[in-house]
């Protein structure tokens, strides 16, 4: 069964860039969610989609948005990029919204490097 | 407002040995979900064990148990005989919920590095 898949893995940018970051989440599950980690802010939410609806979204300013599409796929899109965007971003789905028992199952991220 | 705390930056432990790693919460919530993640150098967070308020029995997956005192709001992870690829970064997280119940969001502490000396 294969997990949740990000990409891409890699990613170096310049400021005032965008960026589109993409997650196909466990086959069946139709809840996916964002995270970004810094050393600094460690684990910070950022979005949290279910059947192709934004269900909550985080403290992030408005360059940070996301979309689901019909089959579950997400992505998150940065626009106007600034240094302090360098992060990992990691992606999460599980069945259902509560997770539950089986929690969320976590991508290997996507680490956004901005210059 | 619900929070994680964990207040071991970093850990070290010899191979083959019991491991407790501290996390206590707090909310005012009666229902609540907790959670712990193992974050290798590789950056993929791996799902442990979980703990639902209402289990009266401490989680168990293999290795690893969650001492869960729920007056004292801990939910402690234990690995026993603590192995090589062990080491990583551990986060407690918790299951945030709103007015309307339980959300799809974590609440993670800041986590604790652990080491396993040969």
């Known amino acids: 069964k294969a997990g949740v898949t990000q990409t891409p893995r890699y990613l170096i940018k310049t400021r005032g860039q965008q960026v589109t970051l993409s997650c196909s989440p466990i086959s069946g599950h139709r809840s996916v969610s964002w995270y970004q980690q810094t050393p600094g802010q460690g684990l910070q939410f950022l979005f949290e989609?279910?059947?192709?609806?934004?269900?909550n979204k985080g403290n992030f300013p408005g360059r940070f948005s996301g979309r689901q599409f019909s089959n579950s796929r997400s992505e998150m899109n940065v626009s106007t990029l600034e240094l302090g965007d360098s992060a990992l971003y990691l992606c999460a789905s599980s069945l259902v919204p509560e997770g539950g028992g089986y929690g969320y199952t976590f991508g290997s991220g996507t680490r956004l490097t901005v210059v | 407002a619900q929070k994680i705390t964990q207040t071991q930056p970093g850990m070290f432990v010899q191979e083959k040995e019991a491991v407790t790693l501290d996390c206590t919460y707090d909310t005012s919530d009666q229902s609540y979900g907790l959670f712990w993640y193992k974050q290798p150098s590789s950056g993929e967070m791996i799902f442990l064990i979980y703990q639902g308020s209402y289990d009266e029995q401490n989680a168990t997956e293999g290795r690893y148990s969650l001492n869960f005192q729920k007056a004292r709001k801990s939910a402690n992870l234990v690995i026993s005989a603590s192995q090589l690829g062990d080491s990583a970064m551990y986060f407690c997280a918790m299951r945030e919920r709103d007015g309307s119940g339980n959300t799809g969001k974590l609440i993670f502490g800041q986590g604790t590095t652990l080491q396993v000396k040969p």
């Open positions: 989609y279910f059947s192709e609806t934004q269900r």
